[in-house]
């Protein structure tokens, strides 16, 4: 498998601008989750999906965010309008619930930049 | 409350010495995971060793091995003989999750220690 595997890489937008950052977890895992990571806040868990349905979403900032998940390969955020305090790396991983392999697997982010 | 602490910001040791990171957590759930990741400077998160709460040996692969005291609700990782290549952000996290099905949380991650390794 390829691993999770996010886009774009990087994404440099004006304030204002709608953002969208995606997503293609690793396939069979039914767990998929959105991390923020800045210097001030670490990693912050944004929302996560188990079975394509969100489960928690009490981590997204405001309600400029939102996050889909139509099917089981497919997630996105989107970020509506963009703020520069929303600049950050935007980790999303996947991964199952069992006992011996409940470890998250994560993409390799996408850096936002909001200027 | 913050669940995962890791009380070491930065951290500088000589090549092939043994390195302990530290991390405590804060959890009433029985049944949790505990994990630590590596995040070098290109910034990808790689994990590297994971600890059931109801694993009665403590986890290892290679020269990681995570010293779990649950009754003190710890979860050390120790790498033996460092290489300037283990020079990283670590990240210690926790999964609470019913592991009989039920629904499982998301990973919380604490701050991280900056290790940086010597020559």
């Known amino acids: ?115 | 409350a913050q669940k995962i602490t890791q009380t070491q910001p930065g951290m500088f040791v000589q090549e092939k010495e043994a390195v302990t990171l530290d991390c405590t957590y804060d959890t009433s759930d029985p049944s949790y995971g505990l994990f630590w990741y590596k995040q070098p400077s290109s910034g990808e998160m790689i994990f590297l060793i994971y600890q059931g709460s109801y694993d009665q040996q403590n986890a290892t692969e290679g020269r990681y091995s995570l010293n779990f005291q649950k009754a003190r609700k710890s979860a050390n990782l120790v790498i033996s003989a460092s290489q300037l290549g283990d020079s990283a952000m670590y990240f210690c996290a926790m999964r609470e999750a019913p592991w009989d099905g039920g629904g499982a949380d998301g990973l919380t991650f604490g701050k991280g220690t900056h290790l940086i390794i010597q020559p």
């Open chain 1, 1 to 115: 498998d390829a691993g999770v595997i996010q886009s774009p890489r990087h994404e440099v937008t004006e304030m204002g601008q709608e953002v969208t950052l995606r997503c293609k977890p690793i396939s069979g895992h039914d767990y998929l989750f959105w991390y923020r990571q800045t210097m001030m806040r670490g990693l912050e868990l944004l929302i996560y999906f188990n079975n394509n349905v969100p489960i928690d979403d009490s981590g997204m900032p405001e309600d400029r965010f939102s996050a889909k998940m139509p099917n089981a390969s497919f997630s996105t955020l989107k970020i509506q309008p963009s703020e520069p305090r929303d600049s950050a790396v935007y980790f999303c991983a996947s991964s199952l619930v069992h006992p011996e392999g409940p470890e998250a697997f994560f993409g390799q982010g996408t850096r936002l930049t909001v200027v």
